[in-house]
């Protein structure tokens, strides 16, 4: 509970610099700049107390000449004293703030205290450095600056739904006056919160407009702009409910009332009264004094560590964070049907589209429509954090996932949750770091959808032969899947196999002969940064968050492509064949046409947008509404439009259905047949995990022509 009694600690550090040299810059809005690409994010970092006691000297990745800053924020339950003998052992002793014995009290914790105590580090450890860099640490120190004084315009009264979008305003030099609480009328409902949102997201992104582009975004592109945050809870929070309070102040807890009243909420409060509110007190034995219900005191404790730690990210990269309604957390009914039709018999399309299209229509009733201007606006991607599909929201015609760059960081579980959003170092890559890619084949060899796979790959041969060393390993068992993973030193690794996810257990991937769980691999196999998952229900959203997808990030994957729905075995091979054909041309070939880098992120979300246009048009063609020719030359110019970098793609598509048009096609069975792709395209049973917008390709050469006049 540490870290979730230390939320107000967490958001201090927004006055924090990234680096020592972050506030002595002039150029405000460069340093601003770097924040945006993700470059200079806060680093801070969770860690358990008896992890930091006992990790060996020789462990210590900090505490070190080389990274010798560091602060140590004890929450209001930990002691100093816990920590002296370990503090006395390390070369390089940390800053430890605390609520009492600490370097610095919580009331004295500021900028002025950070800089005294790195001054007095650059003193005692400078001598080690070369001389000519401990003058230069001292100079930079010397001269931080605190980064307000700018005006907002308006005033930002409190609430969690607002405390992220103020932390960016915060760290981008404004200056915030709140003039209290956040207590609009019940019956104004959601509109008072909406209408800050909106206000702070937008400042947010007039924030990132005024700033422009930058020639650091072509080495390091800005990271997403805008997140959509629904903080979620435990699935299976019903399973707590015949719990009683341990607390012997208290005769009785309702805790099935309190959940009932968290899992009722559909807005950003709780409304109830009168019997259900009295519910969700409870009176202690030797006081008349209400205690609030134990389970909404543990989830608004949860809620403020979520707020504060999507404040930090918000923070680091300048992002607006749109907070969403608790009715997104309530879609699981239709998720499950959605999911349960998928899993049946082989629907037909139109039962398909109608099951997709009720879908979109419940997430489009919990999503208030205000905030679908806010996403048109984004330029650099979306990223979800939730639990929600929210990548198949309607977006003028297209699910967010093709409408948008879009990666998510799910809300559950909360550990993972903390880890994937915490500051993150960049991954450079050349584009010859794929020269090697690991297939790991875990299909028995008289399994029907096996051919299919090796029919797709044999099809893209004459193209990957010179470019690509597939590794393909077939697996039967455990010991030779972690074999696998262990021998391979790349960066890229695919699963060609089956998955599963039953309810109340973790996912399951499907091997020859037998079934693993990768969440109980953890310090066993080394998992390359960006792993594809071409199995069934690696990222089952109607089950829990223990997917096989969530797994590898928890294993170090940096991004995970995982499947929300089951496949279909031709489809996902087609895919996978065409993505090695993508990452052996599109990569180098894209930074030397546009003379910039590209993310991870920009490479998988053009791969599912082309995944869409093949679709339709192969649609088309087959119902001979279009010739082969015509295929070709529109699918090919389909292809370059998504290709060009920052290219709207409704404006893609639109384009696209124009020239459908123009061939003959009527306009009203051309949409018709677009409804039906969308609906039943490969591309939306994909989801994209974790950080891919911090994994960039580029070359030292382009890097060096690109600077070689600065």
């Excluded at 972050?22 to 405000?28: G, Q």
């Excluded at 093709?402 to 993150?424: C, D, E, H, M, W």
């Amino acid at each position: 509970m540490s870290l979730c009694n230390s939320a107000g600690l967490l958001r201090s550090l927004v006055q924090m610099p990234s680096d020592i040299f972050e506030f002595s810059f002039d150029d405000k809005d460069a340093a601003l700049a770097r924040r945006i690409t993700g470059t200079a994010p806060i680093w801070w970092l969770p860690l358990n107390a008896d992890a930091i006691r006992h990790l060996p000297n020789d462990q210590v990745p900090f505490l070190r000449p080389e990274a010798p800053f560091v602060i140590i924020l004890l929450g209001p339950d930990q002691k100093v004293s816990d920590y002296s003998e370990w503090r006395a052992s390390v070369a390089i002793p940390p800053l430890i703030v605390a609520s009492n014995g600490g370097d610095v009290r919580y009331e004295d914790f500021d900028l002025t205290a950070v800089q005294k105590h790195c001054l007095e580090i650059c003193k005692s450890v400078g001598p080690q450095w070369p001389p000519e860099i401990q003058s230069k640490f001292i100079d930079a120190i010397s001269a931080w600056r605190f980064q307000g004084g700018r005006a907002l315009g308006y005033p930002i009264e409190g609430h969690n739904a607002f405390i992220p979008n103020q932390m960016a305003l915060l760290a981008a030099g404004f200056d915030i006056e709140s003039p209290g609480p956040f207590t609009p009328a019940m019956s104004d409902g959601d509109k008072p919160y909406i209408d800050v949102i909106l206000a702070t997201a937008n400042s947010i992104l007039d924030e990132r407009e005024r700033i422009g582009d930058r020639d650091m975004f072509r080495v390091t592109p800005p990271s997403p702009d805008i997140n959509l945050f629904s903080p979620s809870m435990y699935p299976n929070t019903r399973l707590l409910a015949h719990l009683k309070s341990k607390r012997a102040d208290l005769e009785l807890t309702d805790w099935a009332a309190g959940i009932e009243a968290l899992q009722s909420q559909t807005g950003y409060r709780i409304e109830t009264s009168g019997k259900k509110f009295k519910s969700l007190l409870s009176i202690g034995k030797d006081s008349d004094k209400p205690i609030l219900n134990p389970i909404i005191t543990l989830r608004s404790k949860e809620l403020s560590l979520n707020t504060a730690a999507a404040g930090l990210l918000a923070a680091s990269e300048i992002s607006a964070i749109v907070r969403l309604p608790n009715d997104i957390n309530r879609i699981g009914g239709q998720v499950k049907q959605l999911a349960a039709q998928r899993r049946g018999s082989n629907p037909s399309d139109r039962k398909r589209l109608k099951t997709f299209k009720d879908m979109q229509q419940r997430l489009a009733k919990a999503v208030p429509k205000q905030f679908l201007d806010i996403i048109k606006r984004s330029k650099s991607g979306v990223r979800i954090i939730s639990d929600a599909p929210l990548e198949w929201l309607d977006i003028e015609g297209l699910p967010l996932s093709l409408a948008k760059n879009v990666a998510r960081v799910n809300s559950t579980p909360g550990n993972l949750f903390i880890g994937s959003i915490v500051g993150q170092q960049i991954l450079h890559l050349r584009p010859e770091a794929f020269q090697e890619i690991l297939i790991i084949g875990a299909l028995k060899r008289t399994d029907p959808i096996r051919r299919l796979f090796e029919v797709a790959f044999e099809s893209y041969d004459p193209i990957l032969r010179d470019k690509v060393r597939l590794i393909n390993v077939e697996v039967k068992s455990r010991a030779e899947f972690v074999d696998a993973l262990n021998s391979f030193s790349g960066v890229f690794a695919v699963f060609d196999g089956h998955g599963s996810h039953a309810a109340e257990e973790a996912g399951k991937l499907w091997l020859q002969d037998e079934s693993i769980d990768i969440w109980e691999m953890r310090n066993r196999v080394r998992v390359p940064p960006i792993v594809f998952l071409s199995a069934c229900d690696t990222h089952a959203t109607d089950i829990n968050h223990a997917t096989t997808a969530n797994g590898f990030l928890f294993l170090g994957a940096r991004t995970v492509i995982g499947s929300f729905l089951p496949l279909y075995a031709g489809e996902a091979a087609i895919l996978v064949a065409r993505l090695l054909h993508r990452v052996a041309e599109y990569i180098p070939g894209v930074i030397k046409a546009f003379d910039a880098s590209t993310t991870w992120m920009d490479v998988m979300s053009g791969m599912l947008r082309m995944t869409l246009l093949t679709d339709f048009l192969r649609r088309l063609e087959s119902q001979k509404l279009i010739s082969h020719d015509d295929y070709i030359r529109i699918n090919t110019n389909g292809n370059n439009a998504i290709n060009w970098p920052q290219r709207d793609a409704t404006e893609v598509f639109r384009n696209v259905l124009n020239e459908v048009g123009k061939i003959g096609v009527p306009t009203s069975q051309a949409e018709a047949e677009f409804r039906l792709a969308v609906a039943t395209t490969s591309a939306t049973s994909y989801v994209q995990l974790g950080r891919p917008e911090s994994i960039i390709f580029d070359t030292e050469d382009r890097i060096r022509g690109q600077f070689k006049n600065h």
